[in-house]
């Protein structure tokens, strides 16, 4: 088991910066090495260079990195190839790696890598000068490091975790159901009447700042010559606040999953079902909300909730959620939902609207009714803004 800490690198002095966009230039030639070598054989008809001979070519002070990235580059194109390989198998049109690389993430394995207190020594082979990198509760066991940039530096580090111990298994069967949601990120029942509600209010919210945003800065650049020194200024502000929108995005989306994950354990839940929603964002509803529909990424949720899960040992599957908020989960009375509560007309049943389709949920998975939930928890994925920070920049970069 493992999972990836990412450390954006920032306030990086014009040196480092530099010597880190060599780098990337740096792996990126070895690869495009790799590639006329396979190409070349490839035209020639003859072997195809493999491991050794890839290791042997790029072997000898060719390039300004260790020699333990530059195999690794060397495995990241034959895997490639490999890829390519299988691909083809279906589609005879699939193409071997022939798109020329400028750029490329530099990666390092375990045993090249080293800590001095909190300190990340990444070298770049011998008689070169290491990156030295001083991150904040560096984890004491580290894998592999890359190098990436993401609208600024990053650096990913692999982090091996033992997988946690198995909670005592409880007598009768625990079962969860999970019903994504764009207002509320999450709705969980279990089988022992506990629910959950994860608010998605601030991812929401986040979204819509962006957009407006967006619009006030599409709104400026319409005004400038396409290409001129002030419309690429507004382009740059316009990548800067997408990247800090996405990086909020993704935090909130995982503190969210994770209060479902922490809260399906304290709960001995043993299998969690997730409901796809899909269908859910294909009618056309007009256009502020198509917009919502289209930026909303339960594929996300799916994906960290099954990530999360597995990491504790909670067996998580997927499937249809059809119908699940249109019928009452007590006498399966059919009516098309409106607002946030759940009314019956035929039995009375009241209740909220994403735990009832969280509900309805139970039969179509385990085959078994559950009744409204005694207990409801409320909760937000996490505080949205950093208290520390007071003072909102202003998105315009033109004043
Ligand atoms: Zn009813």
Request: with cysteine; proline share 5%; net charge positive.
């Amino acid at each position: 088991m493992q999972t990836v800490r990412i450390y954006r690198l920032k306030d990086l002095n014009r040196p480092t910066r530099a010597r880190l966009k060599a780098a990337q230039m740096e792996a990126a030639r070895v690869w495009m090495d790799c590639l006329e070598r396979h190409r070349a054989a490839r035209s020639e008809r003859t072997r195809w260079p493999d491991r050794d001979e890839l290791q042997r070519a790029t072997k000898g002070g060719q390039y300004a990195l260790h020699s333990q990235s530059i195999q690794m580059v060397c495995h990241q194109f034959l895997a490639n190839v490999e890829t390519t390989n299988a691909l083809r198998q279906r589609n005879p049109r699939h193409r071997y790696p022939y798109h020329p690389k400028k750029y490329l993430t530099v990666q390092w394995p375990a045993q090249a890598i080293s800590c001095q207190g909190k300190r990340l020594i990444l070298p770049m082979g011998r008689g070169r000068k290491s990156f030295s990198f001083h991150l904040p509760d560096l984890p004491e066991r580290i894998g592999a490091v890359s190098l990436v940039w993401n609208g600024g530096y990053e650096l990913h580090l692999v982090v091996p975790t033992a997988p946690e111990a198995h909670v005592p298994v409880p007598a009768t069967m625990v079962q969860a159901s999970v019903d994504l949601g764009e207002i509320h990120q999450a709705a969980v029942t279990t089988s022992t009447g506990k629910g959950l509600i994860v608010s998605g209010r601030g991812i929401r919210s986040l979204k819509r700042q962006y957009n407006m945003t967006l619009g006030r800065l599409s709104r400026l650049q319409s005004r400038c010559q396409q290409g001129s020194k002030r419309w690429r200024r507004l382009q740059y502000v316009r990548a800067r606040e997408r990247s800090k929108k996405e990086r909020r995005v993704r935090d909130l989306r995982h503190k969210g999953t994770r209060q479902v994950v922490d809260f399906c354990r304290a709960a001995g839940v043993q299998t969690l079902y997730v409901g796809d929603p899909r269908g859910v964002r294909n009618q056309s509803r007009g256009r502020h909300h198509n917009q919502r529909m289209a930026q909303w990424e339960y594929g996300k949720d799916k994906q960290y909730l099954h990530e999360k899960c597995a990491q504790v040992g909670i067996m998580c599957f997927s499937g249809s959620e059809r119908g699940t908020s249109s019928h009452c989960p007590r006498c399966d009375w059919k009516k098309k939902p409106k607002g946030r509560t759940w009314t019956c007309r035929r039995c009375g049943f009241v209740g909220h609207r994403d735990i009832v389709g969280s509900m309805n949920m139970h039969p179509l998975a385990f085959g078994s009714r559950i009744s409204y939930p005694a207990s409801l928890t409320y909760r937000r994925p996490g505080p949205l803004r950093d208290r520390r920070q007071t003072k909102e920049r202003s998105p315009s970069g033109t004043s």
